[in-house]
């Protein structure tokens, strides 16, 4: 739990010595409780208080990042159950499953789905992850073997090497420890001869044990070998299991600061059909997993849980907003109308898909607004006829237009006139106030 | 350090609604956050109505309007068709055609639609209007009174026409749909105002606006579970209202369900993404609290069925 400001000037020298940069001990606790500090700048605070504010300002869930370079997967850190009271921060990692009794071109063919994932969405490269490779052999030949092919192909795809065989895991550790992998597979059963690999090549342990209870028991025992990064697993497999698990796991790291449940969760999300996995592993998304396997990357199964993930892990206190420029939907010929809004993600989103619903070709101008919406804009004065004048001459969009004309929002209709004398030349319209009313206003627009 | 088990108890459930005639249904009445079974009790499953409308589609992707082609240029063929082939345990008839912008068709014609739909059909019926909030009024009026004596439920009711829409709800017995646009606030103060016309509230269905997977559905997601959060710890009687979902609609609305694959390879075949698109966005507005959602395509319904078979495994325990 964290501490308060009283909490912590308690613990710190009393002094008002200034060194800190802060005018007073009081006011540097203050700034501690709100982590806008470092302990670290106290040059005469004790090591016992040091320690007992280390404990009590490390995240609920420990900061752990896998793999390696520009592909690294930051986990963990999260600070609350709901979005709205405070944004979800590390989106879940998505994996995808091979196993060392796949047939050669099957992995192959799976390896080549996840390098080619990468979609960009929303100013984001969203992609798959990692690579989890499994042990389902427990041969520890075929699975070295496994990883081998693994690495040649996608050298930087961070890795979950699953095993619980401590002979099969060091194996592929030999090959993979410098990609910075999880080995997963610990339980009561391996966990002394699992923690000193992990130990060893400084990767992240993957444990799993039946329950929150036994969980918390074995992380740490692991603890206690000497591991301190760990990923969980609560062996939940069904959804239920898997909401019941993770939701418990969630609030006690969270309301409780319990340390032995503090750890990223890894969710398997992998079933025969499909569309019920995207389902699962919409349900880890939403409901507090780090990493989801799932058993295959087909395209269209991506791109909705990407977006899902997009989605529910944006800022709520923030607004998405999109780039300041002029989009072609469809594609706008000389004639075409110009539509503006503001750059609100959601306003965006939803005039462009009217305008292609309405299959009229046009340009639809996107004016920074701070990503506000139309009247918010327009009541904080980012929205008016100056600044939207200033936007359109900049952007010389005029070159490419027949006709000068400017479609505004029905909601703004009090500024065309004054849009009109800052726009010679220009005709100022008044659309529709609604979006999903732009079909029938763009199908009789010019008619 | 021992661990113990978080488990929270709320004093607030929420409302449970029945409705229909020969065949009911149910949804709602359960103590508990969305398919939280280990720490309460949800008698009822979720429940998933199928959308009909009152003139063809010609705004639904190819995906899912073929599913239709045969039946949906009637909507007496087209409800028997979801009852009988599909299975649907309700049916949600959009009267899309009275909107100004398409058939601009009448109450009178919507209420022969209306009467025509429950002629043929067992299970219950939503009746939606075409979210005109001027033309609304007048056709549900009409539509209410065609279904009087079936409980249907009848919607949506917005800030700018509940009057009308509640008023005919309560002369014909019907549930209420009260739709407010993704503001916990103005959810609020709608349910409160219908029920000082004298609306049961417990007759209401709180819709706090669904977006498409995408496109906004973290706004939905979070109203939601602060509504139903509002429902559970506060026992708010103006937030314990079950939660519509009406995901289809908005689901296949978008570009991601309707581009061709040829348009955009890297998205990969647009029929099994349009149904992931729609199960996805109905699966996270599940997840968010929804007890009643409207959906489109079979596939998309039965894949979210399974989802709800797994998250209530061992329900209501």
């Not at chain 1, 209870?213 to 069904?238: C, N, P, Q």
Request: aromatic residues 6%.
């Amino acid at each position: 739990m964290a501490l308060s400001g009283i909490e912590i000037f308690k613990l710190l020298p009393k002094t008002n010595c200034k060194k800190c940069g802060h005018p007073t001990c009081l006011a540097f606790a203050m700034k501690l409780a709100q982590r806008q500090a470092s302990i670290d700048l106290c040059p005469d605070v004790s090591e016992d208080s040091k320690r007992v504010l280390g404990d009590a300002a490390a995240p609920p869930v420990r900061p752990t990042v896998f793999g390696a370079g520009d592909n690294a997967v930051k986990m963990g850190e999260e600070t609350v159950l709901f979005r709205h009271e405070k944004k979800f921060v590390n989106p879940c990692a998505l994996a995808v499953e091979v196993k060392d009794t796949m047939q050669d071109d099957e992995i192959s063919r799976i390896l080549d789905d996840v390098l080619a994932s990468g979609i960009d969405r929303v100013g984001q490269r969203l992609k798959i992850d990692a690579i989890f490779a499994g042990n389902a052999s427990n041969d520890p030949a075929s699975f070295e073997g496994l990883v081998k092919a693994v690495v040649a192909k996608a050298p930087d795809l961070p890795l979950v090497l699953s095993t619980s065989n401590p002979a099969a895991a060091e194996a592929a550790l030999k090959i993979a420890a410098d990609k910075k992998p999880i080995l997963y597979g610990a339980d009561d059963s391996n966990a002394e001869a699992m923690a000193k690999l992990a130990k060893t090549y400084k990767v992240i342990l993957g444990v799993a044990a039946k329950g929150p209870e036994a969980l918390s028991v074995l992380t740490e025992k692991i603890k206690g070998f000497g591991v301190e990064d760990m990923v969980i697993d609560h062996g939940g497999r069904t959804a239920a299991e898997i909401l019941e698990g993770n939701v418990l796991l969630r609030r006690s790291a969270i309301k409780k600061n319990f340390k032995p449940l503090g750890y990223p969760v890894i969710t398997f999300a992998q079933r025969d059909d499909s569309m019920l996995e995207t389902l699962i592993a919409s349900l880890g998304i939403a409901k507090y997993s780090s990493i989801v396997v799932l058993s295959s990357a087909e395209r269209w199964k991506n791109i909705a849980l990407f977006a899902l993930r997009q989605n529910l892990y944006t800022d709520p206190q923030v607004p998405m907003q999109v780039e300041q420029k002029i989009y072609s939907v469809g594609e706008p010929a000389p004639e075409s109308p110009l539509i503006i809004t503001t750059n609100f993600s959601l306003t965006f989103f939803i005039v462009s898909g009217e305008i292609e619903n309405s299959r009229v070709a046009s340009r639809l101008a996107i004016m920074d607004c701070e990503g506000m919406s139309v009247l918010t804009a327009w009541a904080a004065g980012k929205f008016t006829a100056p600044k939207i004048a200033q936007f359109i001459l900049e952007s010389g969009i005029a070159d490419q237009m027949k006709n000068k004309e400017l479609i505004i929002p029905g909601y703004v209709a009090i500024i065309s006139g004054a849009l009109e004398e800052k726009l010679p030349g220009w005709k100022i319209t008044i659309g529709p106030r609604e979006a999903n009313a732009l079909p029938a206003f763009l199908k009789n627009w010019n008619k | 350090m021992a661990y113990v088990a978080q488990k929270e108890n709320f004093p607030g459930k929420v409302f449970e609604v029945t409705f229909g005639t020969d065949t009911k249904a149910v949804f709602g009445g359960q103590n508990a956050l969305p398919f939280y079974a280990f720490e309460g009790s949800i008698p009822n499953r979720p429940l998933i109505a199928y959308e009909i409308q009152d003139i063809t589609p010609d705004d639904w992707p190819e995906a899912v309007s073929s599913v239709y082609k045969d039946v949906s240029h009637d909507p007496v063929a087209w409800a028997r068709f979801s009852q009988d082939e599909l299975k649907a345990k309700a049916i949600a008839l959009r009267l899309i055609g009275t909107h100004p912008d398409r058939e601009d068709r009448t109450p009178a014609e919507a209420a022969k639609a209306v009467r025509d739909v429950l002629a043929v059909i067992k299970v219950p019926l939503i009746i939606l209007g075409s979210n005109s909030i001027e033309k609304d009024g007048p056709v549900l009026i009409a539509a209410a009174e065609a279904a009087s004596g079936r409980n249907c439920i009848i919607g949506k009711a917005q800030e700018a026409n509940y009057k009308t829409i509640a008023a005919a709800a309560m002369a014909n017995n019907h549930k209420l749909i009260a739709m407010s646009e993704l503001d916990v606030n103005l959810a609020k103060q709608l349910n409160i105002l219908i029920s000082q016309m004298g609306l049961d509230k417990e007759r209401i269905i709180t819709d706090p606006m669904c977006s498409a997977l995408g496109y906004g559905i973290e706004y939905t997601y979070s109203v939601s579970e602060r509504i139903r959060l509002a429902a559970l710890a506060q026992s708010d009687p103006a937030m314990q209202q079950p939660m519509l979902g009406d995901a289809g609609m908005h689901a296949w609305k978008v570009k991601e369900s309707s581009a061709p694959e040829s348009d955009i390879p890297a998205w990969g075949p647009e029929k099994e993404r349009g149904i992931a698109w729609e199960a996805v966005t109905a699966g996270a507005v599940l997840l968010a609290g929804a007890d009643i959602l409207i959906m489109r395509h079979p596939e998309a319904v039965s894949s979210v069925e399974k989802f709800i078979d797994e998250l209530m495994q061992d329900g209501g325990r």
